[in-house]
Nanobody, 128 residues
């Protein structure tokens, strides 16, 4: 079992920055895959970034490479998503996800990423 508590997000102007946080509680944080995916109204869920909580290996969707950074703080069981150079098309509900290591890979940053545990979601709105 895992519980994910999200914080952060909000509104920003295009070109601005926001940060999301996700605190994980449960077993085996050190050997999980955690990540972020987003869903805009009327669109499918799409993986944004993922990280192996053990070795720190990261994965990014092409649409956010060079702009978003996923990181972890092992001492706090927390994963972050730093979002820079925001664009209006980044507007969506963002969810933190967690699952075992098999989830980490190119499929974690594609359509309908297979995370079994989700946070409650954080709205990110970017205005032009």
């Amino acid at each position: 079992q895992a519980h994910l508590m999200q914080s952060g997000g909000g509104s920003a102007q295009a070109g601005g920055s926001l940060r999301l946080s996700c605190e994980y509680s449960g077993t085996s944080y050190g050997s999980n895959c955690m990540g972020w995916f987003r869903q805009a109204p009327g669109k499918e869920r799409w993986g944004v970034a993922a990280i192996h909580t053990g070795d720190g290996n990261t994965f990014y969707a092409d649409s956010v490479k060079g702009r978003f950074t996923i990181s972890k703080d092992t001492a706090k069981n927390t994963v972050y998503l730093q979002m820079n150079s925001l664009k209006p098309e980044d507007t969506a509900m963002y969810y933190c996800g967690a699952d075992d290591l098999s989830v980490c890979g190119r499929w974690s940053v594609a359509a309908d990423p297979p995370f079994g545990y989700w946070g409650d979601g954080s709205q990110v709105t970017v205005s032009s």
